[in-house]
């Protein structure tokens, strides 16, 4: 893992421009998405996904916004359900954790209609770790 340390320490400074964009536009329509790095996600079996998670967890320690970005391309792809394989790799290493994390940077980072937009469907598909957390309740 060291490696995948340097290589994501040296992908932050080119990639940091794009992370400080918001996902959405000032009409509230998606902005292509710009990273490359996530649709490798579609193309992968799943049984060649943990590198792709180990090197986006590596890569979230030193760009915590990717998290948020990869829940929004997640959440546009009506995948949410490999942001729970994710966030098993973060230095967090379960879903409750850095989901709140993610939507709390979110919350800070990106507009307003990003943050509510993904809200409803978070909620739907991840009942067991939505359903009674104080500290999203507090986001919203």
Excluded: M
Aim: aromatic fraction near 12%; proline fraction near 6%; hydrophobic fraction near 40%.
């Amino acid at each position: 893992r060291p490696k995948l340390a340097v290589v994501a320490k040296c992908l932050q400074v080119p990639l940091q421009p794009y992370f400080g964009l918001s996902v959405l536009d000032d009409d509230d329509t998606q902005v292509p998405l710009h990273h490359g790095i996530f649709q490798l996600l579609s193309i992968l079996t799943k049984d060649k996904r943990p590198r792709i998670w180990k090197f986006l967890s590596e890569f979230y320690n030193v760009e915590p916004r990717v998290g948020y970005h990869l829940l929004y391309y997640l959440y546009s792809r009506a995948q949410l359900d490999l942001y729970s394989e994710f966030a098993s790799y973060t230095a967090a290493g379960n879903l409750k954790s850095c989901l709140t994390e993610d939507l709390r940077i979110c919350q800070e980072e990106d507009s307003p209609a990003t943050f509510y937009r993904i809200i409803p469907d978070i909620y739907l598909k991840f009942p067991a770790v939505t359903t009674g957390n104080a500290n999203l309740l507090h986001l919203i």
